[in-house]
């Protein structure tokens, strides 16, 4: 049964329209991420939450906004989505006291 | 700054072979070491994890083999097949205060191919 669920799979956007992508997890754990990964690279961290506690990474561009109304649920809002925005957008949660993370199936976004 | 690098940045394998891919890391700090098996269209998933107190964990088929003098770490995968074929990524992760607790950081990648 999958524990991370992103919604949805795939997500064509227009050049400049802003877009939501979302996350549920049915573990219980207060550590959620989200991160961004392009082709052929490694996942590279935009913020995440410890609790209701939001980080931002310091090279997350101010495009990026992370909502999370309650532990289950995750958002990742794109306000103006620009062509270098495509990419598969993952998210990941962690227990408080565990050191393993576990990742959705990703969202991969196409900008058009 | 990449706090973890892997190489090699592709592979390709014949199946029954073993599969080698290697990281190294600089922060002594880090306290948890990943690896991760992705396939494509999908999120990364655990495949097996060490901590420094130990030199060599084994699951099936695949062990990590960790250096703390040197830093490094690898991952071996015996017999090779070719449903391994994925992009596998080390990481590491640390005991940090409060919210740093449990960040990864993750290797560039190794795309790896099993022929079979």
């Known amino acids: 049964d999958a524990m991370v669920i992103q919604n949805p799979r795939y997500q064509v956007t227009q050049f400049g329209k802003p877009v939501t992508l979302s996350c549920s997890q049915t573990?219980?754990?207060?550590?959620m991420y989200w991160y961004q990964q392009k082709s052929s690279q490694a996942p590279k961290l935009l913020f995440h939450?410890?609790?209701?506690?939001?980080?931002n990474e310091a090279d997350t561009p101010d495009n990026f906004q992370s909502r999370r109304p309650n532990t289950s649920f995750c958002f990742l809002d794109i306000r103006s989505p620009g062509l270098g925005d495509a990419a598969m957008y993952l998210c990941a949660t962690r227990d408080r006291g565990g050191t393993e993370a576990f990742f959705g199936q990703g969202t991969r976004l196409t900008v058009v | 700054q990449q706090q973890v690098k892997q190489s090699p940045q592709s592979l390709i394998v014949q199946k029954g072979g073993i599969s080698i891919i290697n990281c190294a890391y600089e922060n002594t700090a880090f306290d948890y070491f990943p690896w991760y098996q992705q396939f494509p269209g999908k999120g990364p998933a655990l495949l097996i994890a060490i901590r420094p107190d130990v030199s060599e964990k084994k699951e099936g088929r695949f062990t990590i083999s960790f250096n703390k003098s040197a830093k490094q770490f690898s991952l071996h995968i015996m017999d090779s097949q070719p449903g391994d074929s994925a992009t596998y990524f080390c990481?590491?992760?640390?005991?940090?205060?409060?919210?740093?607790?449990?960040?990864?950081?993750f290797g560039r990648g190794t795309q790896l191919t099993v022929w079979p």
């Open positions: 990481a590491a992760s640390s005991r940090g205060r409060g919210s740093t607790l449990g960040r990864l950081y």
């Open positions: 939450y410890y609790d209701k506690d939001f980080n």
């Open positions: 573990l219980n754990h207060n550590v």
